[in-house]
T-cell receptor
């Protein structure tokens, strides 16, 4: 199984809502990532979890709150977002720092629209 | 630190023609190099990667790339374009070990195939 799944596929939320994005992988990967991708731009790294611990936070606003409940799951909690946060949110996973190989496997993304 | 430059934000070729997408990188350490493809409204799919060893790497869908250290390049080629190759292509670089967690993408090249 080389698949990273993300739910929901689409999400529309108001600026006062609280919602969560979910990501799951069953490849035994120990590193998981959140990226934000705006239209016609490359993905921008937001967070990295390594062995279920937050290892990289790319100075992301606190209205985005990541959580890694276990080695297979990654959540992104959203609260008080702004319209400019509308984007495609991609989850990825990789073997992890000790795994040697660095390729990341991406999920299909969640298309988020903030109204 | 690493960076990637993709020459040409848009490349257009005829069906059956050679595809050449250019990527130059900058890295202070021996890099890992990747090409990813993204179809509309989808996540990123790994086409191929260079880590160590053979400098000519073959990927999926008939694509290949050659790592040229002296030219700091990792250009992507395919001998004969197919309509299904139309997509956005991203070149990416990372460091090794802990540095492998941070994937730096180029700005992307949109490939259009003309019938």
């Amino acid at each position: 199984d080389t698949e990273v799944t993300q739910t929901p596929k689409h999400l529309v939320m108001g600026m006062t809502n609280k919602k969560s994005l979910k990501c799951e992988q069953h490849m035994g990967h120990r590193a998981m990532y959140w990226y934000k991708q705006k239209a016609k731009k490359p993905p921008e790294l937001m967070f990295v979890y390594s062995y279920e611990k937050l290892s990289i936070n790319e100075s992301v606003p606190s209205r985005f709150s990541p959580e890694c409940p276990n080695s297979s799951l990654l959540n992104l909690h959203l609260h008080a977002l702004q319209p400019e946060d509308s984007a495609l949110y991609l989850c990825a996973s990789s073997l992890g720092p000790a795994g040697g190989l660095a390729e990341q496997y991406f999920g299909p993304g969640t298309r988020l629209t903030v109204t | 630190a690493q960076s990637v430059t993709q020459l040409g934000s848009h490349v257009s070729v005829s069906e059956g023609a050679l595809v050449l997408l250019r990527c130059n990188y900058s890295s202070s350490v021996p890099p890992y190099l990747f090409w990813y493809v993204q179809y509309p409204n989808q996540g990123l799919q790994l086409l191929l990667k260079y880590t160590t060893g053979a400098t000519l790497v073959k990927g999926i869908n008939g694509f290949e790339a050659e790592f040229k250290k002296s030219e700091t390049s990792f250009h992507l080629t395919k001998p004969s374009a197919h309509m299904s190759d139309a997509a956005e292509y991203f070149c990416a670089v990372s460091g090794r070990g802990q540095g492998a967690q941070k994937l730096v993408f180029g700005q992307g090249t949109r490939l259009t195939i003309n019938p």
